[in-house]
Nanobody, 115 residues
Protein backbone atom coordinates (compact mmCIF):
# COMPACT_ATOMS: atom_id res chain seq x y z
CA UNK A 1 0.00 0.00 0.00
CA UNK A 2 1.03 3.58 -0.67
CA UNK A 3 -0.31 6.57 1.22
CA UNK A 4 -0.30 10.04 -0.34
CA UNK A 5 -0.98 13.27 1.53
CA UNK A 6 -1.24 16.55 -0.38
CA UNK A 7 -0.78 20.02 1.06
CA UNK A 8 -0.26 23.58 -0.13
CA UNK A 9 -3.56 24.44 -1.76
CA UNK A 10 -5.45 27.63 -1.08
CA UNK A 11 -6.82 30.86 -2.48
CA UNK A 12 -4.59 33.05 -4.64
CA UNK A 13 -5.10 35.97 -6.99
CA UNK A 14 -4.56 35.61 -10.71
CA UNK A 15 -0.88 35.89 -11.52
CA UNK A 16 0.13 34.52 -8.15
CA UNK A 17 1.99 31.36 -7.19
CA UNK A 18 1.46 28.28 -5.06
CA UNK A 19 3.49 25.16 -4.40
CA UNK A 20 1.73 21.89 -3.78
CA UNK A 21 3.42 19.04 -1.94
CA UNK A 22 2.59 15.35 -1.82
CA UNK A 23 4.21 13.21 0.85
CA UNK A 24 4.37 9.52 -0.01
CA UNK A 25 4.76 6.65 2.43
CA UNK A 26 4.39 2.87 2.44
CA UNK A 27 5.49 0.56 -0.39
CA UNK A 28 6.89 3.32 -2.55
CA UNK A 29 9.56 1.04 -4.07
CA UNK A 30 6.81 -0.32 -6.36
CA UNK A 31 6.06 3.10 -7.81
CA UNK A 32 7.02 3.75 -11.45
CA UNK A 33 5.81 7.30 -11.83
CA UNK A 34 3.95 10.00 -9.94
CA UNK A 35 1.75 12.76 -11.18
CA UNK A 36 -0.56 15.63 -10.48
CA UNK A 37 -4.10 15.66 -11.78
CA UNK A 38 -6.87 18.21 -11.38
CA UNK A 39 -10.62 18.17 -11.48
CA UNK A 40 -12.63 21.33 -11.89
CA UNK A 41 -16.23 21.43 -10.71
CA UNK A 42 -18.42 19.46 -13.08
CA UNK A 43 -15.53 18.29 -15.25
CA UNK A 44 -13.45 15.15 -15.58
CA UNK A 45 -10.13 14.63 -13.84
CA UNK A 46 -7.26 15.56 -16.15
CA UNK A 47 -3.51 15.06 -16.09
CA UNK A 48 -1.51 18.15 -15.19
CA UNK A 49 2.02 16.75 -15.07
CA UNK A 50 3.79 13.45 -14.53
CA UNK A 51 7.32 12.46 -13.58
CA UNK A 52 8.94 9.05 -14.01
CA UNK A 53 11.17 7.28 -11.52
CA UNK A 54 14.08 8.35 -13.73
CA UNK A 55 13.08 12.00 -13.60
CA UNK A 56 11.54 12.44 -17.05
CA UNK A 57 8.60 14.82 -17.02
CA UNK A 58 5.57 15.55 -19.13
CA UNK A 59 3.16 18.45 -18.71
CA UNK A 60 -0.20 19.21 -20.24
CA UNK A 61 -0.02 21.87 -22.94
CA UNK A 62 -2.31 24.15 -20.94
CA UNK A 63 0.20 24.45 -18.10
CA UNK A 64 3.55 24.35 -19.88
CA UNK A 65 5.81 27.18 -18.79
CA UNK A 66 3.67 27.90 -15.71
CA UNK A 67 3.42 24.66 -13.70
CA UNK A 68 6.46 22.52 -12.95
CA UNK A 69 6.57 19.05 -11.43
CA UNK A 70 9.52 17.81 -9.40
CA UNK A 71 10.30 15.21 -6.80
CA UNK A 72 12.66 14.86 -3.84
CA UNK A 73 13.44 11.16 -3.56
CA UNK A 74 15.23 11.60 -0.24
CA UNK A 75 12.06 13.07 1.26
CA UNK A 76 9.63 10.88 -0.72
CA UNK A 77 7.85 14.05 -1.71
CA UNK A 78 6.36 15.22 -4.99
CA UNK A 79 5.94 18.92 -5.76
CA UNK A 80 3.99 21.07 -8.18
CA UNK A 81 5.24 24.64 -8.48
CA UNK A 82 2.48 26.77 -9.93
CA UNK A 83 3.28 30.23 -11.26
CA UNK A 84 1.28 32.80 -13.24
CA UNK A 85 -1.93 31.18 -12.06
CA UNK A 86 -5.14 31.78 -13.96
CA UNK A 87 -8.77 31.49 -12.86
CA UNK A 88 -9.09 28.46 -15.14
CA UNK A 89 -6.51 26.69 -12.95
CA UNK A 90 -9.13 26.53 -10.19
CA UNK A 91 -9.71 22.87 -9.31
CA UNK A 92 -9.09 20.15 -6.79
CA UNK A 93 -5.55 18.91 -7.36
CA UNK A 94 -4.78 15.25 -6.75
CA UNK A 95 -1.46 13.52 -6.33
CA UNK A 96 -1.19 10.03 -7.81
CA UNK A 97 1.35 7.22 -7.72
CA UNK A 98 1.38 4.59 -10.45
CA UNK A 99 2.67 1.04 -10.07
CA UNK A 100 2.44 -1.95 -12.42
CA UNK A 101 -0.64 -3.17 -10.59
CA UNK A 102 -2.64 -0.16 -9.47
CA UNK A 103 -2.87 3.57 -9.00
CA UNK A 104 -2.89 5.30 -5.64
CA UNK A 105 -4.55 8.67 -5.03
CA UNK A 106 -4.33 11.35 -2.41
CA UNK A 107 -7.36 13.06 -0.93
CA UNK A 108 -6.94 16.19 -3.04
CA UNK A 109 -6.27 19.82 -2.23
CA UNK A 110 -8.35 22.76 -3.42
CA UNK A 111 -6.72 25.51 -5.47
CA UNK A 112 -8.83 28.58 -6.13
CA UNK A 113 -7.57 31.41 -8.34
CA UNK A 114 -9.54 34.64 -8.15
CA UNK A 115 -9.67 37.10 -11.03
Amino acid sequence: QVQLVESGGGLVQAGGSLRLSCAASGSIFNINSMGWYRQALGKQRDLVAIISSGGSTHCADSVKGRLTISRDNAKNTLYLQMNSLKPEDTAVYYCAAHSNWRDYWGQGTQVTVSS
